[in-house]
């Protein structure tokens, strides 16, 4: 997410490959919200604005839970 024409490029084509994996509005035009820090998993949250729909979202990777407290591998080997 270091280049953001890069990262908004990637997205677009993600989108398209798997929308049910994304909200409703995802496919119309979005802003930069903010963005935070997980010290816990070393990696950048950012969240964005859906203009379509006004929520905010984040986008994290899939490998981290959604609490952000374990990376997904790992809750996996302990079920």
């Given amino acids: 997410m270091d280049n953001p024409t890069q ?3 990637y997205r677009t084509q993600r989108l398209h490959q798997y929308p049910e994996l994304f909200p409703t509005g995802m496919d119309q035009d979005c802003t930069f919200h903010d ?3 997980s010290v816990t998993q070393d990696l950048i949250v950012r969240r964005i ?3 379509a729909t006004g929520a905010v ?6 490998c981290v839970m959604p609490s952000m407290r374990a990376r997904s591998e790992e809750v996996e080997q302990a079920l």
């Fill in 7 to 9: 990262y908004r490029q």
């Fill in 35 to 37: 963005a935070s820090g």
């Fill in 49 to 51: 604005t859906l203009k």
């Fill in 57 to 62: 979202v984040a986008l994290r990777p899939s």
